[in-house]
């Protein structure tokens, strides 16, 4: 699929979204929830947000996407994330898995095995030192920040890939990489603000989960919701350079996307 059509389809789905309105189960962190849930609302999707065990099953089930941000974890919440994954991979629910702070604690570490090891997860995501985590114990990340990182994503997503039945993954950095076993995407989209802003990362993870709640292609899928979130921060700080007004504007921005502007903005290769 060349650059145009993978252009056509993003817009598409930002088109699909705000017409079959996606119900998106976030079982994600306390710090970000409430612009987790915001973005997903702005593209057009429907966010529930809901860590209780009791209903973790029954909110699955009626889902059309799961999103597991481990930012932060507690035994409760993990209970939670197993019954989830349980049922979603029963009923055939795409699920993002954004692995936040993976390589900064063993019990992170050892939960992210469990997890990778025993269910189905169709997008995996996290930043350089997260990822690489995955693939090799040569790494540790530094909380829920990037560490330097002495490894070829691409190579690591390829091996990773086959290594789990074809999952996507999604490596964010200066340029970011989205990949399974067959493909890998560039995008040279987002600014260096973000890194500034706590939750940008687990908004995108929110996003792609909306995404995936179209039912679609899934490295396609994963591929809209990190270039409609880059782009729109480009466009919010353009206008705007505050840093205490970015998330706002990214919303509005985010809420006014065209294919347009997508094609204006948009930075990527198939490599």
């Known amino acids: 699929m060349d650059k145009e059509s993978i252009v056509k389809n993003i817009f598409l789905d930002v088109e699909k979204l705000k017409k079959l309105n996606p119900l998106v189960h976030n079982i994600t962190n306390f710090v970000t929830i409430y612009d987790c849930a915001n973005i997903v609302k702005v593209i057009g999707a429907s966010p529930v947000m809901t860590f209780e065990k009791e209903e973790a099953e029954d ?6 996407s799961l999103v597991i941000n481990m930012g932060t974890m507690t035994s ?7 019954l989830a994954l349980k049922k979603a991979n029963e009923k055939n629910i795409p699920i993002i898995f954004d692995v936040c702070g993976n390589g900064a604690t063993e019990y992170r570490n050892n ?6 090891n025993n269910y189905h997860i169709d997008v995996i995501k996290g930043n350089y030192s997260e990822i690489t985590k995955l693939f090799t ?5 530094k909380g829920v920040d990037s560490a330097n990182v002495q490894y070829d994503m691409k190579d690591i997503i390829l091996n ?12 964010t950095g200066k340029k970011d990489f989205i990949g399974n076993s067959k493909d890998l995407i560039s995008i040279d989209n987002g600014i260096e603000e973000l890194s500034y802003i706590v939750g940008t990362g687990c908004m995108t993870s929110s996003l792609i ?5 179209l039912k679609g292609k899934v490295l396609l899928e994963a591929v809209s919701g990190l270039v409609v979130f880059e782009i729109a921060s480009e466009l919010a700080f353009e206008k705007n350079k505050s840093i205490s007004n970015l998330k706002n504007n990214i919303f509005d921005e985010m ?5 347009e502007k997508i094609l204006s903005k948009i930075k990527i290769d198939k490599i």
């Open 160 to 171: 990773l890939s086959k290594k789990f039945n074809d999952t996507v993954f999604v490596a």
């Open 111 to 116: 939960f992210v095995k469990k997890i990778v």
């Open 59 to 64: 909110m699955t089930s009626i889902s059309d």
């Open 209 to 213: 989960g909306a995404f995936l709640g």
């Open 76 to 82: 409760y919440i993990t209970s939670s994330v197993e």
């Open 137 to 141: 114990d040569d790494v540790m990340t």
């Open 255 to 259: 809420f006014n996307l065209s294919e």
